[in-house]
């Protein structure tokens, strides 16, 4: 097939809608390098969109990569405020107070129940005593008194109507350097009261009262009296009962109408009125009688003591009060003697039994009762001297009698 003459438009004449392959309208110039003017073919668009690498587009609801935060500068240290700061001012503050009130209960209530105990007037005249010793001697009486006992109070006790004061029970009680010591004197020794000649020795009290008391122990043993309390029936109901009963251990079944008491034998809780009509009953012991009552009368103090100095006591504001305002209407104690001494004799009668102390009783020839002359005269030497912790066994027993 023959080649067609090139037209104007392009290679085939008449066709204008290839002119823009020849850079413009006509035919190219002669001369020109045919296949220099031929314009490159595109490549087709499908060719085109491969060479573009394509990019997925994000979905709409996908976040951008979160950057990791930057590093936080430390916090500059900031008051607390004024609330938590006041809240454990205000705590402790409160502690501190109530703390300074229980002291203050603790101090104030035997001061107040000092100021109504009665004092006693017991010192003999100068020039009569003994010197001074070493050591603490306390002297312990129990009065059987009935005064300010209404009738149906001395019904319930036993205590009948007996007139008068005598002296129901006779102890000295010596502190020193070595242990406690309690020595029970029972109430019928035979000694020489001055001015009365040879008689029982609570006739003192009834003669002359407390100075002449003091007077005749003193002349009698050779040992100084330093301090004096007096016990009323009605203190140890009251005590007994302020630190919720005693334990009391009788050996025996205990029967005594005179003393108001019927207890089996074995160690028990007693009220006020039982341990009363322990201590004081000595018709139940056909063998010691009166030396038989001083055992139980010491039994019945040191457990009295025990209870009173109890954690117990302190820790129970109302056992702490009723203890206390028991004392002015149980209790009597020596004129000058110091609130300080009185706590301290207190105390002392916790520690008389058992390892804490020696709990005596005058050694006795008989149970007439006359005091054995040499073994009595040893153990007031020893209490004389402060050497209660050289005291042998055999002169420390409980009735007083050799063992």
């Not at 979160?66 to 008051?79: E, F, H, L, N």
Request: charged letters at 25%; one cysteine or more; hydrophobic letters at 35%.
């Amino acid at each position: 097939m023959a080649d067609r003459p090139r037209g104007k438009g392009g290679p085939d004449e008449g066709t204008p809608g290839y002119n823009w392959l020849y850079g413009g309208k006509g035919a190219p110039q002669e001369g020109a390098d045919e296949d220099a003017t031929r314009a490159v073919p595109r490549q087709p668009r499908p060719e085109e969109t491969q060479v573009m690498a394509s990019v997925p587009r994000p979905g709409p609801t996908s976040p951008p990569p979160a950057s990791p935060p930057p590093p936080r500068r430390p916090a500059p240290a900031q008051r607390p405020s004024r609330g938590p700061r006041r809240r454990p001012k205000f705590r402790l503050r409160w502690l501190l107070v109530l703390l300074l009130l229980w002291v203050v209960w603790l101090v104030a209530v035997p001061l107040f129940a000092w100021s109504q105990v009665d004092k006693v007037e017991f010192e003999p005249d100068a020039g009569t005593r003994p010197d001074d010793q070493p050591g603490t001697t306390y002297l312990m009486v129990g009065s059987d008194s009935r005064a300010g006992l209404s009738p149906e109070e001395r019904k319930a006790l036993g205590t009948g109507n007996a007139s008068g004061q005598r002296t129901d029970t006779i102890m000295l009680l010596h502190t020193g350097s070595g242990p406690n010591l309690l020595m029970s004197i029972p109430r019928d020794s035979l000694v020489d009261i001055p001015g009365h000649g040879n008689t029982k020795i609570n006739a003192a009290f009834a003669y002359g009262g407390p100075k002449l008391l003091v007077h005749t122990i003193e002349n009698a043993t050779g040992i100084r009296v330093d301090d004096y309390v007096e016990i009323g029936f009605g203190g140890v109901v009251d005590v007994v009962d302020a630190v919720g009963g005693v334990e009391i251990c009788p050996k025996t079944d205990m029967q005594d109408k005179l003393a108001n008491l019927d207890i089996k034998k074995g160690c028990q809780e007693a009220d006020g009125a039982t341990a009363l009509g322990y201590a004081r009953s000595r018709h139940t012991d056909q063998q010691y009688g009166d030396i038989g009552r001083a055992a139980h009368q010491r039994e019945v103090v040191s457990a009295v003591g025990n209870k009173v100095v109890s954690p117990w006591t302190v820790v129970n504001p109302f056992r702490y009060w009723k203890i206390n305002m028991a004392a002015p209407d149980s209790f009597a104690f020596g004129e000058g003697t110091s609130p300080i001494r009185a706590a301290m004799w207190a105390t002392a009668m916790t520690r008389v039994n058992g390892d804490n102390g020696l709990t005596c009783g005058v050694p006795i020839s008989d149970l007439a009762v006359h005091w054995d002359p040499e073994r009595s005269k040893q153990m007031f030497d020893y209490i004389i001297k402060d050497e209660t912790d050289n005291l042998p066994k055999s002169l420390c027993t409980p009735t007083g009698t050799p063992q």
